[in-house]
């Protein structure tokens, strides 16, 4: 099994103060929660060293497999939801894919016949999620803007993560901050995510920095990499 060179996603995501969440427009999920629990029921200890499609239908259940998988999964490879299912196909046996984890409407039907079928959802159950001994993940992201079957490359965390610049003290990462109303407790921001003409999801606070910078970084824009650019 090759090396780990860097903390799995799930181990830097549980360094997070408690109050950060992962938000969809009608769920949302505790980063504390899925330190001590999973979204994908008891399947985790059977997708260890697999090559796992994610068929997962939207940016949070995605977030949340990728998050879970990262250090288990010998091979992650990200599938847009609107791929058609010839190029899907093509996508399993170039990947060698022996599992797939979708949403809670299952797997594509190019992707059924899997040995493995596993289904994510923002629903956390308690588990022993602790990992004796992370793999090195791959993770395979298709490119845009070409004709015929998709092309395949291969990521790290850690290559995704290289241009990573330390965050400065005091500065809390936000995807959309509007200064609301100053909070009692220094360094205190009233956070929310817009979306026009009204917010879709509750407006809560961000106390205390996020220290770790690649925690930072995913979880503030880990959901963006489920397309296919």
């Known amino acids: 099994m090759?090396?780990?060179?860097s903390k799995p996603l799930r181990e830097l995501l549980s360094a997070a103060p408690s109050g950060c969440f992962l938000w969809a427009a009608d769920?949302?999920?505790a980063l504390g929660d899925l330190a001590q629990g999973t979204s994908l029921g008891g399947a985790l200890p059977a997708l260890a060293g697999r090559s796992v499609?994610?068929?997962?239908?939207?940016?949070?259940t995605t977030?949340?497999?990728?998050?879970?998988?990262d250090g288990v999964a010998r091979r992650l490879i990200l599938c847009p939801p609107d791929l058609p299912a010839d190029q899907l196909a093509h996508v399993i046996a170039t990947a060698q894919a022996d599992a797939v984890v979708a949403g809670t409407q299952g797997a594509p039907a190019a992707a059924r016949e899997l040995p493995l079928q596993a289904t994510c959802s923002p629903t956390i159950v308690p588990a022993d999620v602790a990992l004796a001994n992370p793999r090195e993940t791959e993770w395979i992201m298709l490119t845009s803007g070409t004709t015929g079957a998709p092309k395949m490359v291969v990521h790290t965390l850690a290559s995704l993560t290289a241009a990573i610049k330390p965050i400065a003290a005091g500065n809390a990462p936000v995807v959309s901050l509007r200064s609301r109303e100053k909070s009692s407790t220094r360094d205190a921001w009233?956070?929310?995510w817009q979306r026009t003409p009204s917010y879709f999801s509750s407006v809560h606070t961000v106390p205390a920095p996020i220290r770790s910078n690649a925690s930072a970084a995913v979880s503030t824009g880990l959901a963006s990499m489920n397309r296919t650019g």
């Not at 090759?2 to 060179?5: A, L, N, T, V």
């Not at 977030?63 to 998988?69: K, S, T, Y």
């Open 2 to 5: 090759p090396q780990r060179r």
């Open 27 to 29: 769920a949302s999920v």
């Open 53 to 60: 499609l994610l068929a997962t239908p939207d940016q949070l």
């Open 63 to 69: 977030a949340l497999a990728l998050i879970e998988l």
């Open 190 to 192: 009233r956070c929310s």
